[in-house]
Each structure stands twice: as C-alpha cells, then as structure tokens.
Nanobody, 120 residues
C-alpha cells in the first residue's frame, strides 16, 4: 500500500490550496480517509476525515474553510483549503484507515506528508 499526497505549497493568508492523495494497492474496506497535520513543535492532529458512508468530521478551526471529498472507487481523498491562515502552516498527512474484521485488525496507513506554508 502506498499513499501519495500532492498539492502543498506556499500561499499568502486568505489564499487557497487543494491537497490530493491517492492510494495504490489498497484493496481493503475502509473506515475513513482523511487528513491530519503537524505544525512545527506540535503534535499530529486531525484536520478532516470522511467515512466510507460519506460522513465528515472537521476540527473546529477549519470548519467553514476546508472541505474534504473522496472517490471511494479511485481511493482518492482531497482537501480544499480556502481562507488559509498562518495558523494552518503545517505538514499535512493523508490517512486511510483499514477496517478491521475477523482476520485483520484496524490499521492506519499514512502518506509522506506535504508542506503547507501560509504567510501573513
């Protein structure tokens, strides 16, 4: 399984970026796909996830600014980020969570991370 993220970069406050992540070799049922981020000196935190049924969860600080979407058939997940703020500066990681079952446990897969820098 390999997750390939793209779309990071540098932008001024108020600007927009779109992150994309594609999973190859992923043939499992999923619990969710999503994005996490880690700011310098900080811990990795959830940004947004979308479940296999299409339900979405966002961290409070990005609600109304970020939109997560997915294509389950293509195993892709995107994050549209609008009205970016300097506090959004972080390395963003895509995440696929494999659903556990009788023969396998729940497992998280991670992309390599893509840097988003927002300047004021």
């Amino acid at each position: 399984v390999q997750l390939q993220a793209s779309g990071g970069g540098s932008v001024q406050a108020g600007g927009s970026l779109r992150l994309s992540c594609a999973a190859s070799g992923f043939t499992y049922a999923i619990n969710h796909m999503g994005w996490f981020r880690q700011a310098p000196g900080g811990q990795r935190e959830l940004v947004a996830v979308i479940t296999s049924s299409g339900s979405t969860i966002y961290t409070d600080s990005v609600k109304g600014r970020f939109t997560i979407s997915s294509d389950n058939a293509k195993n892709t997940v995107d994050l549209q980020m609008n009205s970016l703020e300097p506090e959004d500066t972080a390395v963003y990681y895509c995440n696929f969570q494999r659903r556990g079952g009788a023969t396998a446990r729940t497992k998280d897969y991670w992309g390599q991370g893509t840097l988003v820098t927002v300047s004021s």
